[in-house]
């Protein structure tokens, strides 16, 4: 063998030592890695799993906040509406008084509302026709009895509204509707009104 060939195959033989021991290190240091590798997965896992608890918990309890918001809403709601139906109730009702029991509660508007000298009453068409010139007349005996001097003529014309009447003087309107009276009582009453509906 030359020197060439010894030097060659020292180098091989070197190059293989290097190579085993490289081998080695890196076998142990992939094993070291592999080790490691594993304890941080775990650790990761256990982490995630931890996270995912937590998240579903947050979830869980975002939900069932949403879910009691969503119920509360929904009871309001549902109150909302039922004393919306109570008011409906009562308007319905009172458009259903019998025509003497319905002209005395629209009499005594009509008495608070009336201002001095001439001035004309405006109903429906349903109450124009069941109440009346006539009951305008009375209306007008009323009101000499208290000394006033105010005079009322029934109007030719009508009003779109579901019951109540509207005063004119002149230009000047006094809008004594149903809808208009309700609407005024409407926040007075509507505490007491769903306390009745639900109380315990």
């Known amino acids: 063998m030359t020197g060439i060939d010894r030097i060659k195959a020292k180098i091989l033989d070197d190059a293989r030592g290097i190579a085993d021991e490289n081998l080695n290190r890196a076998r142990q240091e992939a094993e070291r890695i592999v080790a490691e590798a594993q304890k941080q997965a775990l650790q990761e896992t256990e982490n995630t799993k931890q ?44 458009l259903k008084l019998p025509v003497d029991e319905y ?17 004309e009453i405006l109903f429906n068409e349903a109450d124009r026709s069941r109440l009346g010139l006539q009951y305008v007349e009375e209306i007008n005996t009323s009101l000499r009895a208290e000394g006033k001097t105010s005079v009322l003529r029934l109007s030719g014309n009508t009003i779109p509204n579901r019951g109540g009447f ?28 769903a306390s009745i509906l639900f109380k315990a």
């Open 166 to 193: 509207v005063l004119k003087y002149g230009d000047m309107e006094i809008n004594s509707t149903l809808e208009i009276i309700f609407s005024m009582l409407r926040p007075q009453l509507e505490a007491e009104v």
């Open 103 to 119: 002209g005395r509660l629209i009499k005594g508007f009509i008495l608070e509302s009336v201002r001095e000298g001439e001035g």
């Open 51 to 94: 996270a995912a608890t937590a998240e579903a918990e947050n979830i869980r309890k975002t939900m069932d906040a949403v879910s009691s918001l969503e119920e509360r809403k929904r009871m309001l709601k549902v109150r909302q509406e039922m004393v919306e139906a109570a008011f409906e109730a009562a308007f319905e009702e009172t």
